[in-house]
């Protein structure tokens, strides 16, 4: 009796121990692949792959016309991923205005091949039993993670010169798949983290994950509708983004907790 | 008839029905401030299942329309862009400067802030989790828009005649007096790691 309980306590204190370290690691490697570098420079030619998430009439007139306010660059932003939710017309054909009428204008470098629009399942539709929301979630998660890898049946193969798959930055304002989006671009960075520590040894597979360190940043813009409260995404996303933008000063400085990156108040950011 | 054409566009935006807003622009008071500043023309756009409360309310008018020629259409896919340049003042085609009044959807804001028309931003308060108040009442302190409920909007009439001579321009310039801020451009640079 007496022996048992004390192998008892030495079984609870070397499981105590090392969930502890479990949740130390995780933790450590988390914190570590969320606060990845962006590159310390990078010269004017280089590709880069610009991912946009686009949704709902609001959220899309809100990104496009902050496009055009910050004078987009095409051939600075040399490749572009709009995402767009199933049955959001609206926001693909918004998309197809904004390379074809606005970004032809402005660059005669600038192909048809330079963008691709790719539709992911909507995580929960209006009128859906919340039964079967969870399950469409995850269909709409894992898309996005297709997407994201740029394995999506409707993504065509990126421009050559393009390295990796994987978008450099992600833009957003803030519809559902935003949501979807971020975090799987966030469990990619730690998936690609942790799988670092196993291939270390290959100097090729090395340079691989040596670019990957910097891709997948994530830009979360704050609807301008925002005055005073969160949106919903903003809310579930405010730990998660790398940057988080406010239009309206009531919003500066939130973060998730002490100790966190905090919001930016960058001002209007629309037309 | 046209040679002194001054308009009034309501829009109440494609999402959420707003009945509360259509009465009270089809009212005989309303009409009659409308009257009183010299507009000519109401057009309202009412959205998908309001037909039947548009042609109820229009039937319950004193004949004449006090003076207001009024029409009305359901939505406009291709965006209300054109119906809110007949708001804008143009004296080739013999119109004078009018009004919009619009539910406080982002779209429809930011469609009347770009053509310079003085705006009334009437917030539906039925709708749930309603940011759109804030929006309205911040964008009235800072004298780009008027606010209104939508139970006074006679006065809000009056109160957007006052509107132009104030109405600061569109979209924000950061001056030198104000805070300077990182730019979306910029921030996606600094993402992207370029310096320049």
Known sequence: ?271 | MTSSMKLCFVTVGATASFHLLLQAILDESFLVALREHEYTHLLVQYGKDSQTLFEESLSKLPSGNCGIEINGFDFNHAGLDSEMRLAQANSSEGRSGGLIISHAGTGSILGALRLGVPLVVVPNSTLKDNHQEELARELQKQGYVVASKYQDLSTAVKRAEALPSRMLTWPPVNGIGQRRHRTLAQVVSDEMGFLD
């Open chain 1, 1 to 271: 009796m007496y022996l048992s309980l004390n192998s008892l306590m030495w079984l609870l204190l070397f499981g105590g121990v090392t969930g502890l370290t479990a949740v130390t690691l995780l933790f450590y490697a988390l914190s570590t692949s969320q606060n990845t570098n962006v590159p310390k420079w990078r010269a004017r030619s280089t590709p880069t792959h610009l991912l946009v998430v686009l949704g709902s009439g609001g959220h899309t007139a809100e990104m496009f016309s902050m496009l055009r306010r910050m004078n987009f660059d095409p051939s600075k932003y040399t490749y572009r991923t709009y995402v767009v939710s199933s049955g959001d017309n609206f926001s693909a054909a918004k998309a197809v205005e904004f390379e074809t009428e606005y970004l032809r204008h402005k660059s005669i470098d600038n192909p048809a091949e330079s963008y691709t629009i790719v539709t992911v399942p909507r995580a929960r539709r209006v009128h859906q039993s919340y039964l079967t929301a969870p399950f469409s979630t995850l269909n709409s998660f894992w898309a996005c993670l297709l997407v994201l890898r740029g394995r999506h049946a409707d993504q065509k193969p990126l421009p050559a010169s393009m390295i990796s798959p994987y978008p450099d930055t992600i833009l957003t304002n803030g519809p559902a798949t935003a949501v979807c989006i971020v975090l799987a671009a966030r469990l990619l960075r730690l998936y690609n983290y942790i799988g670092g520590f196993f291939s270390s040894k290959d100097p090729s597979q090395k340079h691989g994950l040596e670019s990957t360190h910097y891709q997948l940043r994530t830009v979360f813009i704050e609807s301008w509708a925002r005055v005073t409260t969160l949106s919903l995404s903003g809310k579930i996303l405010l730990p998660f983004a790398d940057r988080f933008l406010v239009q309206w000063p009531a919003l500066e400085g939130l973060r998730a907790w002490k100790g966190m990156r905090k919001t930016e108040y960058v001002g209007m950011l629309v037309d």
